[in-house]
């Protein structure tokens, strides 16, 4: 019962958000906005270099060793992680704790900014892309919670 309560509070706060930021005005796309974020901080790692993912898991360790993780330097390949296949990657990843069961930050969330009030700026920009924030694996979510991620282009 309680992870039903706590993933409707989820959805709802999901909902606020993407009605907050359109209400804002503010239509964030990966073409206004979460490209050039992307390129500022974190296509390092994730840019042209960068393994397909199913290339990326044969060799974890040595791409880590390298400081690449998956390739994500394109609209599709970004939205994918998000949406379909691998729902809620970058949600997990970037959640600055508020949202995570042991109330820690996404181990990507400290690229986000060089200080606090910039990643929480970044992060915002984030949740507004990608609409709905669940946390949950594709299995998990509902019709309702995939058709509010909307990664605009
Ligand atoms: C210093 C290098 C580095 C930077 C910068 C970086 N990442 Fe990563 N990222 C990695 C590595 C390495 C992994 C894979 C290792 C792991 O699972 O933690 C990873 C994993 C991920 C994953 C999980 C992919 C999966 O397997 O599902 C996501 C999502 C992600 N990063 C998003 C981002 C975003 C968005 C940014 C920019 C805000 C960013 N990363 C910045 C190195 C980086």
Not at 69 to 81: T, V
Not at 124 to 138: I, M, S
Request: charged letters at 30%.
């Amino acid at each position: 019962m309680q992870n039903k309560d706590a993933g409707m509070a989820l959805v709802c706060a999901g909902i606020l958000l993407f009605t907050a930021a359109r209400a804002g005005g503010e239509d964030i796309r990966y073409s206004t906005h979460i490209k050039k974020l992307f390129d500022d901080r974190c296509v390092s790692c994730h840019g042209k270099d960068a393994p397909e993912h199913d290339d990326f898991k044969k060799d974890r360790e040595g791409f880590k060793k390298k400081g690449l993780g998956p390739k994500m330097d394109s609209y599709a390949h970004l939205a994918s992680y998000a949406g379909w296949p691998d729902s809620g990657a970058i949600m997990r990843r970037l959640d600055d704790g508020k949202n995570t069961k042991d109330g820690k930050a996404g181990n990507m969330y400290e690229y986000l900014g060089a200080n606090e009030e910039e990643r929480q700026r970044n992060l915002g920009l984030f949740k507004a892309w990608v609409g709905v924030w669940t946390l949950k694996r594709f299995s998990e979510l509902t019709r309702e919670e995939l058709a509010g991620i909307t990664v605009k282009y």
